[in-house]
C-alpha cells in the first residue's frame, strides 16, 4: 500500500516530537533544584509534579477534549500499568538506587531503558531489530554513559543499586509499552492524563503529602515552581512523546529520547557552571551521532 501525505508527515513530525520531548526533559533541573532547596524530598519534589500535572491535564481536557476523559473499565489496567509501574516503580527504583551507588551509576542504569524497550517491542510489537537500530542503541548508550561520568574515580555501584537501577530502566520502558498499546484505542491526551492520575495517588501515598503541602503553603512560590514542572517538564513533554509515539516505532522513540542527559549536561554546564570534560564531548557526540543517524533514510 503506498504511503499517503499525511504518513509522510508524520515521519518527520513525529521524531521532531519525540526530540522536543527529550529536551523538556533534559531542563527538570532548572526546577528540582529549586524545590530540593526549598526542603522537598526527591520522591516528593515527583508525587508534585504528577498531582500537578494531572490538575493541568485534566483543566485542558475540560476546555478542549472533554471527551478524552471517557474510557472503559476493562482498560484500566493500561493506564494503572503506565501510572505506577512505569512512573511511579521507575522513579521509586533511580531515587533508591541512587542511596546504594553514586549518581552517574544510577543514571546510566535509568538509560538502559531503550534497551528494554527494543526487547520488549520486538516480543510483543513483532517491531524490526534493524542493524543500524542496533548501531544507534548502543552508541546512544555509550555517549549516555560517559555524559554521566562513567569513568570518574567517584562511580561506586551494589548488587542491590545495579538491581534497583535496572528496576528504574525496565519502569521507564514500560511508559513506550503500555503507551503503545493503548495508542491503538485512546488518544495521547487520554493515556498521558490517566498515566499521571494514577501516578499522582501512588506518589502521594509514599511521599508525605502533608508536609508538601505544608512547604508549599509557607511560600507560594514553591508550588508556582512545582507547577512550572509539571507544564513544561511534564504535560507538555509526555503529551508530545505520545504523540510521537503514536506514529512511529517504541524502539526508535526510546533511542531519540537519548537527547535528555545530553541536554540535561548542557543545563549544567551553561545554567549551574558545571565542567565539561572530554569525554563528556565525547558522549554529546555519540549521543548526536546515533540521534542523527535513526532520523536519516536509508
Known amino acids: 500500500m503506498a504511503s499517503t501525505p499525511q504518513d509522510s508527515a508524520w515521519r518527520v513530525k513525529a521524531p521532531l516530537l519525540v526530540l522536543v520531548a527529550g529536551v523538556c526533559w533534559g531542563c527538570i533541573s532548572l526546577f528540582s533544584q529549586a524545590l530540593a532547596a526549598a526542603g522537598l524530598t526527591s520522591l516528593q519534589i515527583t508525587a508534585a509534579r504528577c498531582f500537578f500535572t494531572a490538575v493541568v491535564l485534566a483543566l485542558v481536557l475540560v476546555v478542549c477534549k472533554r471527551d478524552c476523559f471517557r474510557i472503559q473499565l476493562r482498560d484500566l489496567w493500561m493506564f494503572v500499568g503506565s501510572g505506577v509501574l512505569s512512573i511511579s516503580f521507575f522513579n521509586v527504583c533511580y531515587f533508591a538506587c541512587m542511596q546504594e551507588c553514586s549518581v552517574s551509576i544510577a543514571a546510566v542504569l535509568l538509560y538502559t531503558a531503550p534497551c528494554f524497550v527494543t526487547v520488549l517491542a520486538r516480543v510483543f510489537f513483532k517491531e524490526a531489530l534493524t542493524k543500524r537500530k542496533v548501531a544507534c542503541l548502543v552508541v546512544a548508550f555509550c555517549g549516555c554513559a560517559l555524559v554521566a561520568g562513567i569513568g570518574s574515580t567517584g562511580a561506586t555501584a551494589t548488587p542491590l543499586g545495579v538491581a534497583l537501577g535496572l528496576g528504574s530502566g525496565i519502569g521507564y520502558a514500560l511508559y513506550s509499552i503500555f503507551g503503545t498499546?493503548?495508542?491503538?484505542?485512546?488518544?495521547?491526551?487520554?493515556?498521558?492524563?490517566?498515566?499521571?492520575?494514577?501516578?499522582?495517588?501512588?506518589?502521594?501515598?509514599?511521599?508525605?503529602?502533608?508536609?508538601?503541602?505544608?512547604?508549599?503553603?509557607?511560600?507560594?512560590?514553591?508550588?508556582?515552581?512545582?507547577?512550572?514542572?509539571?507544564?513544561?517538564?511534564?504535560?507538555?513533554?509526555?503529551?508530545?512523546?505520545?504523540?510521537?509515539?503514536?506514529?512511529?516505532e517504541a524502539s526508535k522513540a526510546s533511542i531519540l529520547a537519548f537527547v535528555e542527559p545530553l541536554v540535561a549536561l548542557l543545563v549544567g554546564a551553561f545554567v549551574f557552571h558545571d565542567v565539561l570534560t572530554p569525554l563528556n564531548m565525547v558522549g554529546i557526540c555519540c549521543i548526536l551521532a546515533a540521534v542523527v543517524a535513526l532520523s536519516l533514510k536509508k
Open 181 to 248: 498499546m493503548a495508542l491503538k484505542k485512546y488518544s495521547p491526551f487520554t493515556f498521558a492524563f490517566y498515566t499521571f492520575v494514577f501516578a499522582a495517588v501512588a506518589m502521594l501515598v509514599i511521599s508525605q503529602p502533608v508536609q508538601i503541602a505544608q512547604v508549599m503553603a509557607a511560600d507560594y512560590t514553591v508550588g508556582l515552581v512545582a507547577l512550572g514542572l509539571a507544564v513544561l517538564c511534564t504535560a507538555v513533554p509526555f503529551t508530545c512523546y505520545t504523540v510521537g509515539l503514536q506514529h512511529m
